[in-house]
């Protein structure tokens, strides 16, 4: 432990292979937020994050503004200290613990938008329970794909996969896709998911485009994995997406993706033309809503967008098939 300029008072309350839980503060300055560092071994920096979320049992306690929570979750085997900063000052706190034999899971990023959005859910009474879902969830797609692919690729069952996952984010998916089945290429629209996903998970990954004209794959796939981005696409780009992923395909190969139809739109609430309804609203800030807002589009939109752009048919759709709600369609490049 150090203190150099500015008191700190720090606390790791929970501290295991895969959650490293506390809270901190400079009583002398409420407002200031201090940087959480985790370290490893050689004094080597494994993440950083800052400490400002609420913690309910500090507001109650008159703790400043309660706002001094931080939560790491994933493989933190290496993790040896934990290190609070700020404007010079350091407080380091050592930890400990027993390894498991396999890890539940790898690093979250902290900007990652999935977790963000759960954690901001009413639905989840915890960060703790977020957490649990996005990985439980993740899981499981990357389960119900890898079944898809071994019904609907049966030629493929003795060899590797070549997959792209489109619009992969920063990996909720990707961290449980079997490499012992698929050649993963990861691609997205945001640099930071693709070198965490690079670093991370040791997957091939490039920067994806809004323009589906300046989306360029360095090869081809058996399968191209679009999950929810069909949701988010206005009418202009919609059927030039299907259009351009459909190209990355090799003979034989097939176009699984999701959208919001009839089933999501009981919630949404929607009003459709023709079978489709856009609204430029994004639940990601950083783009915007008018290439990337919320879409809905039912079966009769979409099967005539597949004939029109790629001269195809859907060889399976399955209503709500996605977490109970969003569609799924598969379609074979003949």
Known sequence: MSISKIKIEAYVDIASYNQIEGWAWCPDDPSLRLSVALVGSKNRNLAVTLANRERRDLISALVGDG?????????LGNVTQVVFSAQGSEYTVSVS??????????????????????????????????????????????????????????????????????????????????????NITASDIHENAIAFLEKQFKVKTFLSATNPKDFNPPLLYDVVFALSFFSH????????????????????????????????????????????????????????????????SELSYVSEVLRRHIGEDPILFSEGFWWKHQDLYIVRKS
């Not at 034999?101 to 990652?112: N, Q």
């Not at 969830?137 to 692919?149: H, I, M, T, Y």
């Not at 034989?252 to 999701?258: E, K, R, W």
């Open 97 to 182: 613990y027993e390894q498991p034999e396999k890890p539940a899971f790898l690093l979250i990023h902290s900007d990652d938008y999935l977790l963000n959005f759960l954690v901001h859910n009413e639905h989840y009474k915890s960060y703790s329970a977020a957490v649990a879902n996005y990985i439980s969830d993740g899981l499981d797609s990357a389960e119900k794909l890898k079944k898809l692919c071994v019904e609907y690729l049966p030629e493929r069952k003795d060899e590797r996969i070549e997959l792209l996952e489109f619009a992969s984010g920063y990996g909720r998916v990707t961290r449980h896709i079997d490499k012992s089945r698929f």
């Open 233 to 296: 696409m206005p009418d202009a780009t919609f059927g030039s997406w299907i259009a351009k992923l459909f190209s990355c395909l090799k003979d034989n190969g097939l176009l699984i993706f999701t959208t919001h139809g009839r089933v999501s739109n009981k919630s949404i609430n929607m009003k459709l033309k023709n079978g489709f309804g856009f609204e430029s609203y994004s639940d990601q800030g950083d783009l915007d809503a008018a290439d990337y807002g919320s879409t809905v």
């Open 67 to 75: 706002l001094y929570g931080f939560s790491f979750y994933g493989n």
